[in-house]
């Protein structure tokens, strides 16, 4: 009789852990993000998970393309992207909830050099024969492309440079091209460069149009009360203050 009872307490606490295993997976919510996020956005997802118990997932990608992808049915559950003209874009598109754009922080760029023993390099350096290769990312979908782009002919010195120009996929792998040597300097995301050896130079912010940060959540995500937890997660003190550690201005 005991080890019947034994058996059946063990089948239901078999049973119980299954269904909290479920309920564990389902809740998961998935985050479409610029790239100059990486690692800013990850630490703020840890730390939201280690409060709320909801983890989240994310696709790092340039805010062109993952607009697209959402535009076509991505089963996002939110949308950071890195300028707030994406978001707006996709609100007109019927793809993204009017009432979740939120502008969560301001981006900056800057100049990176792959030398690591200069000890400075401001744009003019860009002009030096020894600089073969420049990237940034592809302005045609990446917002912090097109601020490079904006600055360097803010400079006067695009349409000397332009055929060194090496185009990224977006901007974490400009970074990845200058840090790998591939590329002699780049326009980066200053939120990138928090942990790099490599001379850089902040750009002023003049020199380009604001990157204006912005979020929503998409129409099809089936979690929205979630990803309305990690928004105020990413807006609260918390949240901001972990932006600002790696280098974004705040709204």
């Known amino acids: 009789m005991n080890r019947n009872v034994l058996m059946m307490l063990f089948a239901f606490l078999m049973v119980l852990g299954g269904c909290s295993q479920a309920k564990t997976s389902e809740e998961i919510i998935y985050v479409a993000a610029a790239s100059d996020l990486y690692h800013a956005l990850t630490e703020i997802g840890d730390e939201f998970t280690k409060e709320t118990g909801i983890e989240v997932e994310f696709t790092f990608g340039s805010t062109g393309l993952l607009t697209q992808q959402i535009q076509e049915g991505a089963p996002f559950d939110l949308f950071a992207a890195a300028q707030e003209s994406y978001i707006d874009k996709l609100i007109d598109k019927k793809a993204v909830e009017k009432d979740s754009k939120e502008y969560y922080a301001l981006g900056r760029i800057a100049i990176l050099s792959s030398d690591s023993g200069r000890e400075e390099i401001k744009l003019d350096d860009l002009l ?118 790696y280098g974004f201005d705040l709204p």
């Open 128 to 245: 030096s024969p020894e600089v073969k290769s420049i990237t940034i990312a592809n302005p045609e979908h990446a917002p912090y492309g097109k601020a490079a782009k904006e600055a360097l002919e803010a400079s006067g010195i695009w349409n000397e440079i332009e055929p060194k120009i090496v185009y990224a996929e977006n901007i974490r792998q400009a970074f990845q091209y200058v840090e790998s040597e591939n590329a002699d300097a780049g326009i980066i995301a200053l939120a990138l460069l928090q942990e790099t050896d490599l001379p850089y130079e902040l750009i002023d912010e003049k020199a380009h149009s604001p990157i204006k940060q912005t979020l929503g959540i998409p129409m099809q995500s089936e979690k929205k009360e979630e990803s309305k937890k990690f928004t105020e997660f990413i807006l609260s003190k918390q949240g901001q203050e972990i932006l600002e550690k």
